[in-house]
Every structure is written in structure tokens, then in C-alpha cells.
């Protein structure tokens, strides 16, 4: 990868960069317009990263951190932990917009937002601001989101460099989703869930879940991070699977604002919200996906899979769609439940669990694991069971012992499914089907969800 921008590279960055830098300058000259904002820093973010990425390569390589894609006949080092670039970038970013949602409230709730001249009453003075007209709520989950994403930033960092332990590790995003946690506990604390209506005559319209909901909450945090760096292994899935689900999410914000409603719905602002952080998300991730798809130039590294994985729990849980978010993660909900025997080490885990590459074809084939003693006999009995189902592939002694299987994740399967690929080929047929279960939970989620609750909040 060259270390420089070619001419046509830097001219097209420069030329969006500076269209991005005036519609900045025009927002000013209304309300703030925080949504065009944003687009305008997406913008922004996707020609920084695009170009530190480029520039720093080199740079990474020297302090050690380059790996070699063993999926290709050339297997020559490459840069990693790009991902810590784009992360970087984007809490820069998002520090920097802060004042762009509030613009509207610091121009007209503060004494220095252009009514000095304004007389009122001493009463209607609080040491000179109108401070309750502030929505302090709306700033304190937009800083807790910053404190979250900036220490699941740093566990990812800390991953790269020292490669810690799964059982180490594992628990850590729910400490870094703390302040986000005690943001909603104080401003909106609401612990009930809709009872689907067959259900109601016996739990009632609500069910209070009290600690429970903040459990499951906790939940969400450790999981999206994990599970999207367990779904890796290949060129560019990483990054595109992230970039699919943030399109969605995008797509179903989308759909509580205006022309999409009839009126102002109660929900615009938590969805507003999700969009200030997904737009320059999907800046800087465009940007890596540039240098990460096959042929990847670069790796993407620990730290963005634990960063975009946050990302998503932070808009599903601050803007208090968390159900809809996991509607979007049935790849990923799947690929866990179907690596637990290895992650829990039920079964054989491999160190690296990703395809083998047959440098004779050139083409991806399931990778195995191998038993060095026979299973216990309900999990001989479990694998014989997923390889009638053309779930796993196993092999067998003389005597009906498992003496190997392929390895329990989703890129495996797909092989085995469909035959040795190649490398792109298997991430766009993922990728594909990622696209297509997230649609599909959208409609469940705002269409089929109406047969079993009273009414979907789109309409509310």
C-alpha cells in the first residue's frame, strides 16, 4: 500500500472536504441544523481517516503492528489496528459536533446567545440563563455515548497490543457502558416492556422488569462488540457487516421523522440521536473499507470491531431501541449460539478458527479442529446430529468415534454449504445475507410485530 495519496486521491478529498467545511458554514446562518451537520462531519471524518490511514501505514508497520493474510497465495505483511484510526477520528468528530444540536438552545436560552438586550423580570433570571429551558437530558447522554465509546476504544487498543484473554476481556464493555447506563437510570428509567396481548389477561399491558432490564441492557453492551469480532476472519466482513447494520439503522431512523410521519413523533429525538452518531460511523468506516476489502491492504484490528459494536449499543440504548437493534444482529445471534460449543469449550477451539486457504485452487475450504481423545457421548451424539442437518462436518474413527469436525462459526458453515470460494465471494454471499435478514427484521419489526402487540410505536 502506498504511504502517499495519488493526486487524484488528494484533489477529490480536498474538493469534498471543502464542500463539507461550507455547508458547516451555512448551517450557522439558521437553527444549527444539526442533521446536515453531520452529514457534513461524515464527510469530513471519511477524508481524515481515508488519508491518516494511508499515512500512517508505514508508521504502524515500524511499531509492530502488521499481521500477514494467510488466505493468499503472497501472504506479505500488511499494516493492523487500522481500526483504531477510524475510531480515533470519529470521537474527534463527534467531541467537535457537540455544540451543533445545542445550537438552537444556546442561542435562545443563554444570556451571551444574542438577548443581552432582552429586559425581564428578576424573577424569570437564573444567575443570568434561562438554564431549565436547556435540555441538559439530551447533552448527558450525548457525553455518556463519549465516555463509553472512548473506553471500549481503549479495551480494543489494549487487545491489539497485548492480545488479552477472552475470559478477560469478555465482561469489559459492560463497565465501559456504566455512563450510559446511569444516564438512562436518572433521565429515563423506564423498566417496562409491553406484554405481547395473548399474554395480557395474565401479566397485564406492562411487566416491570426492574434491575433486570438494566441486566439486559448490560447484555447488549458485551454483546455487540463480541460478536462482531467473532464474526472475522476474512477480508473486509468485518467492516461491511458493520456498515450494513449502520445502514439499516439509518433506514429505520428514517422512518420516525418527517416526511415519514404525519407529525412530529415523540421518538424524533431519540432517533435524531442515533443518527448523529451513525452518520460519521459510517464516514470513517467507508474510509477503512476502501483499504480492507479483498485484497485487504489493511487489517481492521480488535479495536474497531469492539468500537462499532459499541457504537450500536450505545444508539440502541440510548435511543431506547435496543429490541429493534438485535432484530438487525441475526447473523451475529446465530454465529454465537452456533460457536458456543467451541467457545465454551465443549468441543476443540482452535486458536484461529477462520477457512483454510488451498493455495493449489485458491480457494477458501472449512477449516477443523482435531479431538486428540472422543467427545463425551451427548456431544458425539449432538455433532452426529448437526452433520445429518448439513450443519457441521464431521469425520469418524473405525468405531464411530468423532475424530474431527469443521469449526463451529458461520464462515465455516457457509463452506460447507456451498463449496470452497473465494475469499470475496464468501464475504458478499455473507454479506448478502446479512442484507437480507436485516430487511426482514425491520418488517417483523414494524409489520408482523402488530400480530402479536396492539399497536407498533411507528404509529404511535
Not at 444549527?32 to 453531520?38: D, K, Q, R, W
Not at 433506514?251 to 421523522?257: I, V
Request: charged share 15%; net charge neutral; with cysteine.
Amino acid at each position: 500500500m502506498a504511504s502517499v495519496l495519488s493526486k487524484t486521491e488528494t484533489y477529490s478529498l480536498l474538493g469534498l472536504s471543502a464542500a463539507c467545511l461550507g455547508v458547516l458554514a451555512n448551517t450557522f446562518h439558521g437553527e444549527g441544523e444539526p442533521l446536515i451537520a453531520s452529514l457534513a462531519f461524515s464527510g469530513i471524518a471519511f477524508g481524515l481517516s481515508y488519508s491518516f490511514i494511508r499515512w500512517l501505514g508505514d508508521t504502524f508497520m515500524r511499531a509492530g503492528l502488521k499481521g500477514r493474510d494467510m488466505a493468499k497465495t503472497k501472504n506479505s505483511e500488511i499494516p493492523e489496528t487500522m481500526g483504531a484510526i477510524c475510531a480515533v477520528v470519529y470521537l474527534l468528530v463527534i467531541i467537535i459536533f457537540i455544540p451543533f444540536p445545542f445550537y438552537k438552545d444556546i442561542v435562545a436560552a443563554t444570556s451571551g446567545g444574542g438577548n443581552r438586550d432582552v429586559v425581564l423580570e428578576l424573577e424569570q433570571i437564573e444567575t443570568g440563563r434561562f438554564l431549565h429551558r436547556f435540555p441538559h437530558s439530551k447533552l448527558a447522554s450525548y457525553l455518556s455515548a463519549i465516555l463509553s465509546l472512548q473506553a471500549v476504544v481503549l479495551l480494543g487498543v489494549g487487545d491489539d497490543l497485548f492480545d488479552i484473554r477472552w475470559r478477560h476481556k469478555l465482561l469489559i464493555p459492560a463497565f465501559a457502558a456504566i455512563p450510559m447506563l446511569i444516564v438512562y437510570f436518572v433521565d429515563f428509567g423506564v423498566t417496562k416492556v409491553i406484554v405481547p396481548v395473548p399474554l395480557q389477561p395474565y401479566l397485564g399491558q406492562l411487566f416491570d422488569l426492574g434491575w433486570l432490564y438494566y441486566a439486559y441492557m448490560a447484555a447488549i453492551a458485551i454483546f455487540c462488540p463480541n460478536s462482531i469480532n467473532i464474526l472475522a476472519g476474512i477480508n473486509g466482513i468485518e467492516v461491511s457487516q458493520s456498515i450494513i447494520i449502520a445502514l439499516l439503522l439509518v433506514l429505520n431512523d428514517t422512518l420516525y421523522l418527517s416526511p415519514f410521519t404525519r407529525y412530529p413523533h415523540p421518538a424524533t429525538d431519540s432517533h435524531l440521536f442515533s443518527l448523529y452518531l451513525l452518520l460519521p460511523f459510517i464516514g470513517v468506516s467507508a474510509a477503512l473499507w476502501f483499504h480492507n476489502w479483498y485484497p485487504a491492504k489493511v487489517f481492521v484490528g480488535d479495536t474497531y470491531c469492539y468500537f462499532a459494536g459499541m457504537v450500536f449499543a450505545v444508539v440502541g440504548i440510548l435511543g431506547h431501541f435496543s429490541k429493534t437493534l438485535l432484530l438487525l444482529f441475526i447473523p451475529q445471534i446465530f454465529n454465537f449460539i452456533y460457536s458456543s460449543p467451541q467457545l465454551f469449550r465443549l468441543v476443540p477451539c482452535p486458536r484461529h478458527r477462520l477457512p483454510r486457504f488451498n493455495a493449489r485452487t485458491g480457494l477458501l475450504e472449512p477449516s477443523t479442529a482435531q479431538f486428540q481423545r472422543p467427545p463425551p457421548m451427548p456431544v458425539s451424539l449432538g455433532m452426529k446430529l448437526l452433520h445429518q442437518m448439513r450443519l457441521l462436518r464431521i469425520a469418524t474413527n473405525g468405531r464411530g468415534e468423532v475424530v474431527e469436525s469443521t469449526n463451529f462459526t458461520i464462515l465455516n458453515l457457509w463452506l460447507v454449504w456451498f463449496g470452497p470460494m473465494r475469499e470475496d465471494m464468501l464475504a458478499l454471499g455473507l454479506l448478502a445475507m446479512q442484507t437480507t435478514c436485516g430487511l426482514l427484521g425491520l418488517v417483523v419489526r414494524h409489520r408482523m410485530a402488530l400480530l402479536v402487540f396492539s399497536e407498533d410505536n411507528l404509529g404511535v
